[in-house]
């Protein structure tokens, strides 16, 4: 079935930004996020990875026999001079508190791919921002849910004007998280924002720009109080056309059968809905799926889902990234100043969230 405004659905992009020619990647950090997604989406994508640093040097040892990384280096030291040698792309995947430390030891002008948080508080932002600057870094965050492929073809059919003027957006999760995968988050005092809806607010931002202000309430749940926050609720202020909200919960622990993860996008003149199905019984996951319907259609229809989140999706944080390095006026979407008022967004609903809500006057008089 056609879609509007495409000749056909094959018309639709789905391509992630990828360079020509990629450059050699040195990875400083080698933790779960790097062994179960960075290197299997290099090795999708043929970005060649020639060395890694890990500070436990076993996790290191591992994931370079696993992914037959060719070099292990035993210091920091040691692996930046071997990136600066080998004109290497350095993938900083580290407790995000570390990352400006690390920055400052890499050389100037590097390639810098930084996984998110971009730091733990704005003031951490806005270090790693200067650093970046001073340091004439060409350098990205990996925030990478705006890159997933079906995210991209809904961009796509955004931008053609198929459903018309965006004028709201729901994102809503409910489900359990299995947060012992993650024990480093157990004494922090930011969680659930800074290490997941900050995902949804980043993609939120790539399709509809930055938001005026921010309402949030973010917070614990009785059956978890080890951690910070699971709960979330965000309203994005886009003006008085555009509604935009985001609805957390990762405490439903009722069985599977009515858990959420989608992402509802209207327009005046159709609709699209996308299923996040990665957060479907985490890490197990469901199926993707996009559908999308006009006034002009009057049925909802499914389109391909070709790659989903993890772990195609981070192609082309680091693809954008080596494009930008071979063509500076590329726009690349991933670059640490626009991460960084993903950033501010985060940090207004951090500071929302302490505020409270207004307060109810039930006076009589």
Known sequence: MAV????????????PEMPKHPRPIV?????????????????????????CYDANGENAEKAA????????CDTLDELVEYGQESGAVFDVAIPANFTREIL???????????????????????????TCHHKNFTAGVNFQLRQAPYMIAVRDLIDKGTIGEIVDIDHRLVGAQPWNLWPFLFPKDRVEINYHSIHYIDNIRSLVGDPQGVCCKTMQHPKMRELAQTRTSIILDYGSDLRVNLHINFNHDYAKKYQESTLKIEGLKGAIRVKLGLMYDYPEGEPDEVEYVTYESGEW???????SWFNEAFIGTMG????KLDDPSYEYMNSVEDAFHTMCVVEACY????QGGMPVDYSEK
């Open 4 to 15: 509007d405004n495409v000749k056909s659905i094959e018309e639709l992009n789905y391509r």
């Open 27 to 51: 990875s400083i950090g080698t933790g779960g996020i790097v062994r179960g997604s960075h290197y299997p989406a290099y090795k999708l994508a043929g970005y060649p990875v020639i060395a």
């Open 65 to 72: 026999e696993e992914f037959g990384v060719p070099k292990v």
């Open 104 to 130: 400052e030891q890499l050389p100037d002008g590097a390639g810098v791919l930084m996984q998110k948080p971009m730091g733990e508080c704005i003031e951490e932002a806005r270090a790693i921002l200067d």
């Open 301 to 307: 229809t499914k389109l391909p889902v070709r790659g």
């Open 320 to 323: 954008g990234l080596m494009k």
């Open 351 to 354: 500071e929302s969230s302490e």
